[in-house]
């Protein structure tokens, strides 16, 4: 009878395994209940946070330590903020209480959670594992379970806009990114403004913004910020002290602070407080600037070397100027970038921002090669299948390309919030993967998005003859696509045989769980800052980023 029972029991677990449980595919989602939870005690305690003499977080309200700090190992394990670290049992021990003292737990806490952030994401090794139901889809269940979430705590402070929180300084960004680009030539400044007359996403500005008023949060408060005897006009003057003595650039500065005198935001020079009490500091704002002005400089040559016919809804800058008068104009916008980076009168900034421009070209070197077959950055024993350097020169690309100006911008706005250095650095993690995630989902959408949704034609990224991750993962299925992938597609019908490998192989689903695996390190970063309704942003924003459709 015993064996019976047995036997029944192994055919149910089997049928239930058919049916794998969500949570465990979905550890972003418990990672949202958890920071709603934390979240709900904000506006009932909006001083629960303190900051203390040598400038480390104080938390001093007991309901928000209730709600923010586990007892035991299953509790913690339960976050989901270390779905996978080996380290927890050994360090914190199975079944042990956490120390009493508040500061020691969190500060242990902070330690092990950036150490699992920083393991790096092994894309090669991603597996589906096992077939899932539809309904339980990582994505799926990913977004099922935020609804779950909201609806559980009952808090309106996660359906916060995180466009609402920086309206004022998003709203006056193109008109100051107008007046910094004046020249006095007409027609140099109709070809530098071209891409400007369209709003893009202008989604790295946003993120500049809404971490600017997390790390003010913990450095700034109302009445000090504009008490502070800080002469923020700097930010539009000359470094060199004899620019009276050189004619062009005298006559230069005074074109651009003559345009930015007539600036839309009369507070120009003067910290900007939200509705909620948030700050943005007029370096940080400048920052945003330089940001889209760097961004959207890339865009241009990009544009140039892709042939590309339409960006932003409109023709692009090749298309209506000509080769040599884009390329002068991208060069212009980085130089333009380069002299505001400059008058931040930040070394360390200027440092950041400066390599971010080196990147971009760089990545672009590496796009140019796609994967590298002889002597330098990748081999290959065979082409059979790609091995980890081949998803290591990709990422790194990416890197490069995407996420290098997501990551030293958000870094670049925690140093001139004046954060501490932990979360400086945690700043960088956070635009590191959040980039990354970004980029991926851009290449997922090349092959599942309409051209009317992205703008672009489905498979472009092909036939420009750029392999990218669901490429990389369909070849591990199909081999035949390691002759296409050197070749970069250039044969007739290259690039249409390799859609349909990739539309046939488990591409586009790994895709979607590296996409997962970068996000969850975005928003675990995330949790090391103190809760706000700017934090809260950030994390809305990241969850509406990897999935978005266009």
Do not use: C
């Amino acid at each position: 009878m015993s064996n019976l029972r047995k036997a029944a029991s192994n055919a149910i677990q089997r049928f239930l395994d058919y049916f794998p449980d969500p949570s465990k595919y979905r550890p972003l989602a418990r990672f949202a209940v958890e920071n709603l939870k934390i979240s709900q005690s904000i506006k009932r305690n909006s001083e629960a946070l303190s900051q203390n003499s040598d400038n480390e977080l104080a938390y001093k309200n007991d309901d928000f330590l209730k709600a923010s700090i586990p007892t035991s190992h299953s509790d913690y394990t339960k976050t989901g903020f270390l779905p996978t670290n080996p380290q927890f049992r050994t360090e914190i021990g199975e079944n042990s209480l956490f120390p009493h003292n508040t500061h020691s737990y969190i500060h242990k806490k902070h330690d092990l959670i950036a150490e699992w952030i920083k393991e790096p994401v092994i894309a090669s090794t991603i597996d589906l594992k096992k077939p899932i139901d539809s309904k339980y889809d990582a994505i799926k269940s990913f977004e099922f379970s935020i609804k779950e979430a909201s609806n559980l705590v009952k808090n309106d402070i996660n359906k916060v806009d995180p466009f609402k929180l920086v309206a004022s300084e998003l709203g006056g960004l193109t008109d100051n990114i107008s007046r910094i680009l004046e020249t006095g030539n007409p027609k140099l400044s109709k070809v530098v403004r071209h891409y400007f007359q369209a709003t893009g996403k202008q989604i790295r500005p946003l993120v500049v913004l809404l971490m600017s008023q997390v790390v003010n949060g913990i450095t700034h408060n109302s009445s000090s910020a504009n008490s502070e005897k800080i002469d923020y006009s700097v930010i539009d003057k000359s470094v060199p002290k004899d620019i009276e003595f050189d004619k062009e650039s005298s006559i230069r500065d005074s074109v651009i602070r003559e345009a930015l005198s007539h600036s839309l935001n009369k507070n120009l020079y003067n910290p900007t407080t939200n509705s909620n009490g948030s700050i943005v500091l007029p370096t940080q704002r400048r920052l945003a600037e330089i940001t889209e002005l760097i961004h959207t400089a890339s865009l241009v040559h990009d544009d140039i070397i892709d042939g590309s016919d339409t960006r932003r809804g409109i023709p692009t800058s090749h298309q209506v100027f000509g080769n040599k008068m884009s390329v002068l104009a991208g060069d212009f916008l980085l130089a333009r970038a380069s002299v505001s980076l400059a008058r931040l009168r930040n070394p360390e900034v200027v440092e950041l921002l400066a390599t971010v421009i080196m990147d971009l070209v760089e990545g672009e070197f590496k796009q140019l090669k796609n994967i590298n077959t002889e002597n330098g950055d990748v081999t290959y024993s065979n082409l059979n299948s790609p091995n980890e350097e081949s998803f290591n020169y990709y990422l790194q690309k990416t890197y490069l390309k995407t996420s290098s100006l997501f990551a030293k911008s958000i870094r670049a706005s925690a140093i001139l919030g004046n954060a501490p250095d932990h979360l400086v650095e945690m700043a960088f993690v956070f635009g590191r993967n959040l980039g990354t995630a970004f980029q991926l989902v851009d290449d997922l959408l090349d092959f599942t998005s309409s051209k009317k949704q992205t703008g672009k034609p489905v498979g472009a990224d092909l036939n420009l003859g750029i392999a990218t991750a669901p490429v990389l993962y369909a070849w591990q299925e199909f081999p035949e696509l390691g002759e296409l992938i050197k070749r970069k597609f250039s044969n007739e019908n290259d690039a249409e045989t390799a859609y349909k490998l990739v539309i046939n192989s488990q591409g586009l689903q790994k895709t979607r769980l590296l996409v997962e695996a970068y996000a969850e390190k975005a928003m675990a970063s995330l949790s090391l800052f103190p809760p706000s309704q700017s934090r809260q942003a950030l994390l809305n924003l990241t969850h509406s980023l990897i999935f978005r459709t266009k």
